[in-house]
């Protein structure tokens, strides 16, 4: 297998090459300012948008494709240049390596699909625990270039028969990330409360990843996936009632356990995470 990673430079993007690396699998990457990882067979320096870039990060040919490569908020680029630049981009990697003879692809979709990470107000889940099946909110550029990226991948699944996983990654980092985004939780509960107090550690992504490129998979299947314990020192069933109190309880949630029903994933790819705060 020989695999093209876009945003291969990125917080996600480097563990997943270091992940095939470890499998020694060849990665072409696909980088826009960031450094390619050095293990990395076939670097190209490029925007995800554009088909001649990503024809040549392409190269002689590969297997897989992971497309990571997107401006990861709203927060720093106007609207409109967040949702075509994403939407673009993923449109494109996945028509161009489909035409090149690809049929298995994972792409980065978020859990801020849901649209509750990035409203200018509060909003609050539909349900505990949030599964693939919960209304989405969405009222920002990032989280409809996300929900449009899943709609495009399902349409690739049915124009050349790709098959497709796409993670909805929650909050996802280091160790030194998350310790500090954990500090900051115990302090105020709030500061998660949108992200359902969720997250993931890199090297759990690149697995889930791994498992999405390798394990048989047929259709395109949007999936969560999170550590099993929350970022909250406080129980899980606490903190939903302190800052979601309106929110429906479908299950009673143990202890500090995340309230993302992880369940799908399990049942697609085997994955669980295993690293916790």
């Known amino acids: 297998m020989r695999v093209l990673v876009t945003g291969a430079g990125g917080n996600i993007g480097r563990a997943v090459c270091a992940r095939l690396a470890a ?9 826009l300012h960031d450094r390619p990882p050095s293990t990395v067979e076939h670097a190209v320096t490029g925007d995800a948008g554009d088909p001649a870039t990503v024809r040549a990060a392409i190269g002689t040919g590969v297997d897989a494709v992971v497309h990571l490569a997107a401006i990861p908020s709203p927060l720093n680029d106007p609207p409109l240049d967040v949702f075509a630049g994403n939407t673009r981009a993923t449109f494109n990697v996945l028509e161009e390596c489909a035409r090149a003879g690809v049929r298995r692809a994972v792409i980065a979709s978020s859990y801020s699909i849901m649209g509750l990470r990035f409203a200018e107000r509060e909003l609050h889940p539909a349900y505990y625990p949030i599964d693939e099946r919960a209304p989405l909110q969405i009222e920002d550029a990032y989280s409809l270039s996300k929900q449009a990226d899943e ?7 049915r124009r050349h028969g790709l098959d497709i996983v796409a993670l909805r990654f929650p909050f996802t980092a280091d160790w030194d990330r998350l310790r500090t985004a954990a500090s900051r939780c115990e302090r ?3 500061t998660m409360a949108a992200d359902s107090w969720s997250y993931l550690h890199v090297d759990d992504a690149a697995e889930a990843v791994w498992l999405a490129l390798t394990r048989p998979v ?3 299947h949007p999936v969560l996936l999170a550590a099993p314990h929350t970022m909250s020192d406080l129980s899980t069933m606490e903190v939903i009632a302190r800052y979601h109190p309106g929110t429906e309880l479908r299950a009673t949630i143990p202890g500090t356990a995340t309230p993302i029903d992880t369940g799908a994933i399990e049942r697609l790819l085997g994955f669980r995470a295993t690293r916790s705060l």
Do not use: F, I
């Open 23 to 31: 499998e020694q699998v060849p990665v072409h990457a696909l980088v």
């Open 151 to 157: 709609a495009t991948a399902a349409m690739m699944h």
């Open 188 to 190: 105020d509960p709030s």
């Open 218 to 220: 047929t259709g395109m």
